[in-house]
């Protein structure tokens, strides 16, 4: 019986004008376990739209990476600094890259820099999408997961505690 994903990402050119003005990206969570990345056209080319999907796909769905759905609004939310993760986009000299991509995630337990090729993604695009992914790495909307090692969380819809309780859980 072959394995069929049940979570998907997609980034697309946004044609429809669904990007709010002075923003170059923004994630639509739909139902059934699917988010759209929406980049503003001519900040990002179709190309990078489309090798990103397949790696964050592969990452999201096969990989380390995992979602917890923000249907609730949290994504509208600003961003609340936990720091429990890092990913990044960081623009880099196409030439080193290697041939055929434009798009290259280097990952670490902790964090994840996508290496994007410079002509490939603006300035404007690459600050916005680190504005999200502050958000979403940072506090823990999309949580890293790496092999014998489960992420801690507070139950659906909570926070992780970031600090230990004042008074014991036990008394001795």
Known sequence: MSYKPHIQVRYQIDTDCQI????????????????????????????LAQQITRLSGHQIVHGSWRQRWTTDGRMQRPAQGLGL?????????GDMLPAGRIVLGVEHDGSCVWLIDEDECS???QNDMNDLLYRLAGDG?????????????????????????AAPLAQV
Do not use: C, K, M, N
Not at 25 to 37: A, E, F, L, N
Not at 85 to 93: C, I, L, N
């Open 20 to 47: 709010p003005a002075g923003r170059t990206v923004v994630v639509r969570d739909q139902p059934g376990s699917r988010s759209v990345i929406l980049l503003a056209p001519g900040h990002a080319s179709e190309q």
């Open 85 to 93: 993760a890092v990913s990044r986009w960081e623009r880099v000299p």
């Open 141 to 165: 909307l999309w949580l890293q997961v790496w092999f014998r090692r489960r992420p801690q969380l507070a139950g659906p819809g909570r926070y992780p505690l970031h600090a230990p309780p």
């Open 123 to 125: 300035r404007q695009l």
